[in-house]
């Protein structure tokens, strides 16, 4: 009973193309994020989105936008995939957006652009 | 910039030893600190999280803040050769995207 997933697991495309990931939760909670982890393992924030409110890692490029069509699901949109794009992207959940926001991760998409 | 720093290891331990993992932030202003295990090829799972400065247990596990020093250990008792993986460090400071500042986390090797 997966409480954070995602699909695709893998996802491999051309320079060039626009590509989506999926992802839900099924804890009820209110948080959800994106993140980055590059192949130095480093893992970075790019979104959160609670309520409707969107914030976004100003480090983000504008190719990259999420869409929640529900308080469950935050989809991540890639547009004019790069190279450097290339990364293992997770998403995440919490109940609380703040201080006490134990996150939750979802299994990954391992993005490969060519 | 808020920072997490993390030794990146190896860090090698006998089993049934204590591994020791380290942690220091720069935002002084930083509310809650979070210990993740990951597996090669797996996503980061959430083991241990405290707030206050202290101590807090959890079976085998100890958390250790002291936000005077904006220095964060995890303690492992009892380690087992299912305790080798890389031991993410996390910050919520607040601001930015509102997400956790991750370290580039430690690699323990425990060994049988």
């Known amino acids: 009973d997966t409480a954070v997933s995602q699909t695709p697991k893998y996802l491999v495309t051309q320079m060039g193309n626009d590509k989506s990931i999926k992802c839900e939760q099924n804890l009820g909670h209110d948080t959800m994020y994106w993140y980055k982890q590059d192949s130095k393992k480093f893992l970075k924030i790019m979104f959160s989105y609670n309520n409707k409110e969107l914030i976004i890692n100003e480090t983000v490029p504008n190719r990259f936008s999420p869409k929640s069509p529900d308080k469950a699901h935050l989809n991540l949109h890639i547009n004019s995939l790069e190279l450097g794009d290339s990364a293992v992207y997770f998403c995440?959940?919490?109940?609380?957006?703040?201080?006490?926001?134990?996150?939750?991760f979802g299994p990954g998409t391992r993005l490969t652009v060519l | 910039q808020k920072e997490v720093e993390q030794n990146s290891g190896p860090l090698s331990v006998p089993e049934g030893a204590i591994a020791s993992l380290n942690c220091t932030y720069s935002d002084r202003g930083s509310q809650s600190f979070f210990w993740y295990r990951q597996y090669s090829g797996k996503s980061p799972e959430l083991i241990m999280f405290i707030y206050s400065n202290g101590d807090k247990e959890d079976g085998r596990f100890t958390a250790q803040l002291n936000k005077a020093s904006q220095y964060v250990s995890l303690l492992i008792r009892d380690s087992q050769p299912s305790d080798s993986a890389t031991y993410l460090c996390a910050v919520y400071s607040g601001g930015g995207a509102d997400g956790l500042t991750f370290g580039k986390g430690t690699h323990l090797i425990i060994q049988p």
């Open positions: 995440a959940s919490s109940l609380l957006r703040g201080r006490g926001n134990e996150q939750f």
